[in-house]
């Protein structure tokens, strides 16, 4: 799928209020290049993992994670560990919140993308050879064929509680299975989905649309929809989501040019908590959007 398609101004019709004088220094670890957002089991804590480490953000601060220094390729949080994939690491697990790693699974082999589910044990890997699954935090594994799936994978997630259903992103749209990955069906395919998650009970998925500058809520019972509205994003767009397991309406996003969103009250007010500019650091207010 071709990036640059992504690169587009949004126009916002959503009243906007900028507050100034905010300025923070995002972590530099990210600066490199951001490859996943992930909120810790308690919910207290924003990792930002990348190619040259992992950033924590808490208490309305960027620190470096405590642990080795190492790349991240893909990462996952789960209620009793962390889980993430690094260049010729395979899949590693963390179990004392980032301060050391062990490789578990794949060694060797490169993983992009991860997801973990938070209380199914249920991993997914998207791997060289395909969609992998385990049960087992990768003692054995089963090939996800992965039938009716259309375009480059670009984001994965895996639902809290039920292991059988994984969502993918891709350049056409948004795919849900509910076997395990064997079969998809497109949710959205009015545009890319290029980030995704689940709620913390599992019964909403957030996706973010790259052209339209905004992230759905989708229920998975009803299908009904929210709509949204991010701050504007010149000439980028989302790249990983997050939603914390403690608190519904606690949503984090960061973009390609790794700039990090916070909100606290589920879209109403973002934050702007990283930048990998130097200008002010603004607080953002949109209006809602149904």
């Not at 620190?63 to 990462?75: I, K, N, V, Y």
């Not at 997630?157 to 969502?167: K, Q």
């Not at 069906?185 to 989905?193: H, K």
């Not at 790249?239 to 916070?262: G, M, N, Q, W």
Request: glycine share 12%; with cysteine; proline share 4%.
């Amino acid at each position: 799928m071709n990036r640059r398609h992504f690169c587009r101004v949004a126009v916002a019709s959503s009243f906007v209020a900028v507050v100034p004088g905010v300025r923070a220094a995002g972590p530099l670890l990210f600066h490199e290049h951001g490859h996943g957002l992930a909120f810790s089991s308690d919910g207290k804590i924003l990792f930002a993992p990348s190619h040259d480490g992992l950033a924590a953000y808490e208490d309305s601060a960027w620190r470096e994670a405590p642990g080795p220094e190492q790349g991240f390729s893909g990462f996952a949080v789960a209620e009793r560990a962390i889980y993430a994939s690094g260049p010729g690491a395979g899949l590693m697990r963390s179990v004392d919140g980032g301060r050391t790693w062990h490789t578990i699974a794949l060694r060797g082999e490169e993983v992009r993308l991860i997801a973990a589910g938070y209380r199914s044990g249920a991993l997914y890997a998207l791997k060289r050879g395909g969609l992998a699954a385990t049960l087992d935090e990768g003692k054995t594994w089963r090939a996800a064929k992965a039938q009716r799936v259309a375009g480059e994978i670009h984001a994965l997630g895996a639902h809290p509680m039920h292991a059988s259903i994984v969502a993918l992103g891709t350049g056409f749209g948004l795919y849900l299975s509910r076997d395990g990955g064997e079969t998809f069906n497109r949710l959205d395919g009015s545009e890319p989905v290029t980030a995704l998650t689940f709620d913390h009970d599992g019964s909403r998925v957030l996706y973010a649309r790259a052209l339209s500058n905004d992230v759905i809520e989708r229920r998975l019972d009803k299908g009904e929809r929210r709509r949204m509205r991010l701050p504007a994003l010149a000439h980028d767009y989302v790249t990983c989501l997050a939603h914390s397991p403690t608190d519904e309406r606690s949503i984090a996003f960061a973009t390609r040019k790794l700039d990090v969103y916070l909100t606290r009250d589920g879209g109403g007010t973002w934050r702007r908590i990283a930048s990998a500019g130097d200008a002010d650091v603004p607080e953002t207010e949109t209006q809602h959007e149904h």
